[in-house]
Nanobody, 127 residues
Framework: QVHLVESGGGLVQAGGSLRLSCTVS????????MGWFRQAPGKEREFVST????????YYDDSVKGRFAISRDNSKNTVYLQMNSLKPEGTALYYC????????????????????WGQGTQVTVSS
């Protein structure tokens, strides 16, 4: 497994924006599909977004579609989650996840699809 470290979380007012980053160690980043998940207190960890290893295929949960954008820079071993128009219900611990060798033509939205996880970065959206 690779090592993932998220950053960029913080406190933001409703309607504001944050950009999360996830930096992945090793030289195999380009071989990994990447995902973002979030978990609020008392809630199950839920899918947010995913991007394939090529960066040419993305998918979003309906709850964030149109507001969030996932991207990756393989030269920097980093995946990003740009979060706009944040809502209080977006308050959660956001996790970056990776899985090597997934089919680049398929969306992976289940947390069980991923094998490597970061420590999470807290996003708090105030109303």
């Amino acid at each position: 497994q690779v090592h993932l470290v998220e950053s960029g979380g913080g406190l933001v007012q409703a309607g504001g924006s944050l950009r999360l980053s996830c930096t992945v160690s090793g030289r195999t980043f380009s071989g990994h599909a990447m995902g973002w998940f979030r978990q609020a207190p008392g809630k199950e960890r839920e899918f947010v977004s995913t991007i394939n290893r090529n960066g040419d295929r993305t998918y979003y949960d309906d709850s964030v579609k149109g507001r969030f954008a996932i991207s990756r820079d393989n030269s920097k071993n980093t995946v990003y989650l740009q979060m706009n128009s944040l809502k209080p219900e977006g308050t959660a611990l956001y996790y970056c996840a990776a899985r090597y060798g997934l089919n680049s033509a398929i969306y992976y939205t289940d947390l069980r699809d991923y094998t490597c996880w970061g420590q999470g970065t807290q996003v708090t959206v105030s109303s």
